[in-house]
């Protein structure tokens, strides 16, 4: 399966803001299929942290904001916290594939 | 509170067959499409394969067709993957998830981990 492309790691200071990007093509994010978001702690499953590009599930932090532009998407986290050191990923689908796809994956440093 | 509970996982030599399930809770299972989703060690998320409600229709990447079965015990709420000639590629931890009608998957299990090495 193709993935959606991340930066490999993103890192900012607390109380900073920090955006991952997710790019995909014209059979996936450009043919205007949602993307969703997820948080993996260390050593924990997955957890949904955005769907439909700008949703957030209940209890979700309002810290957390989803976008889309085209074939780009992005998360962005303001207020930096200690606890969102995690990795992220965005997943969407894709038409050619007839696959769920995810991003390969950003590692969030918090300094 | 919905709760998903994986079980099955261990330790299988290549070529061999392996079969896990997922323990549901907390909602009608039967309202909802299911999925595995597994991740090799240090590496990303890709999906493996998704269920109907009823257990009708199911979907897999071309990378995983012939090898991998899913279904579903919709009396027991139960979500069952059967995997075979199984390889060194497969090792991964195997979450359970819950599929939803825009295409994420909105509640997961912790993992149950599959390792394939003689």
């Known amino acids: 399966q193709s993935a959606l492309t991340q930066p490999p790691s993103v890192s900012g200071a607390p109380g900073q803001r920090v955006a991952i990007s997710c790019t995909g093509g014209s059979t996936n994010i450009g043919a205007g299929y949602d993307v969703h978001w997820y948080q993996q702690l260390p050593k924990s499953a997955p957890r949904l942290l955005i769907h439909g590009n700008h949703i957030r599930p209940s209890g979700v932090p309002d810290r957390f904001s989803g976008s889309k532009s085209g074939t780009s998407v992005s998360l962005a986290i303001t207020g930096l916290q200690a606890e969102d050191e995690a990795d992220y990923y965005c997943?969407?689908?894709?038409?050619?594939?007839?696959?769920?796809?995810f991003g390969t994956g950003t590692r969030v440093t918090v300094l | 509170e919905v709760q998903l509970l994986e079980s099955g996982g261990d330790l299988v030599q290549p070529g061999g067959s392996l079969s896990l399930s997922c323990a549901a809770s907390g909602f009608t299972f039967n309202n909802y499409v299911m999925s595995w989703v597994r991740q090799a060690p240090g590496k990303g998320l890709e999906w493996v394969s998704t269920i109907s409600g009823s257990g009708a229709v199911t979907s897999y990447p071309g990378s995983l067709k012939g090898r991998f079965t899913i279904s579903r015990d919709n009396s027991r709420n139960t979500l069952h993957l059967q995997m075979s000639s199984l390889r060194a590629d497969d090792t991964a931890i195997y979450f359970c998830?819950?599929?939803?009608?825009?295409?994420?998957?909105?509640?997961w299990g912790q993992g149950t981990l599959v390792t394939v090495s003689s």
């Open positions: 997943q969407s689908y894709d038409s050619s594939l007839s696959a769920y796809i």
């Open positions: 998830a819950r599929f939803t009608d825009k295409f994420s998957f909105d509640s």
